[in-house]
DNA sequence: TTTATATGCCTAGCTAATCTACATATACGG
DNA sequence: CCGTATATGTAGATTAGCTAGGCATATAAA
């Protein structure tokens, strides 16, 4: 009802999920922090949207998972980029910038 | 099936169809070509995109809609910008600059 | 001790945006 | 006369992300 109030940019977090774990294979939790972290908490996660895409992305074949032991001695899922993965990430990385290029000059237009 | 083949980022249209009536009324069919020639055929709005998306903003009031003579000799529907629509075109356009910048951070992250 | 908070995983169900594919109509150039 | 460009629209499907829940453990606070 209230005409949306997302804390993403819609049709980013595939990329975003596969570009953090690019940086080193880490488990779901960890991965909504970073992006928050270093975001500045402008970008956040919501588990609910969190897990259905890590899961279609492994679905996809792009990400690999495995059960390890996170920093705190707890049980995590760790995800790590696979060869496919990483072209993934830079086709999407291109035309996000492609495309973040397009809606900024349209912004930035004069009259 | 397709995996998501969009001309667009999703969730922009609103804020570059607010920007492309801002420069001046327009009709529905001459944004769609303004949004496409700006962006060099990067960005396309789909007309079962476009129309809909028009009649939302006429709905929330932002764009007020009216009936005209288009270049050509037919009549078309002119959208302008409401006083209303001006603070959100003001209000969406800092939250993109805000959101992109943060995707293009992560984005750029090394490792 | 009980309780709250942080960590970690997950699903169900909803909404909203966009797409494809259609339908309609006029004007114009060949 | 026919194809293309202009111009508006809807129906139906897909899909992403959200809210709101559930489960479990560890630790800190009360």
Redesign the interface.
Known sequence: MD??K?D?????LD??IL??V???PLHGYGIAQR?RQ???A??QVQQGSLYPALHRLEK?GWLRAEWGEAETGREAKFYSLTKVGRKQLESE?AN?D??????????R?A?
């Open positions: 005409a949306q997302s993403l940019l819609q049709g980013t990329v975003l570009k953090i690019a940086l080193g992006i270093i975001s500045k402008v970008l996809r990385t996000w492609r495309l973040s290029e397009a809606v900024t000059m349209i912004l237009t009259e």
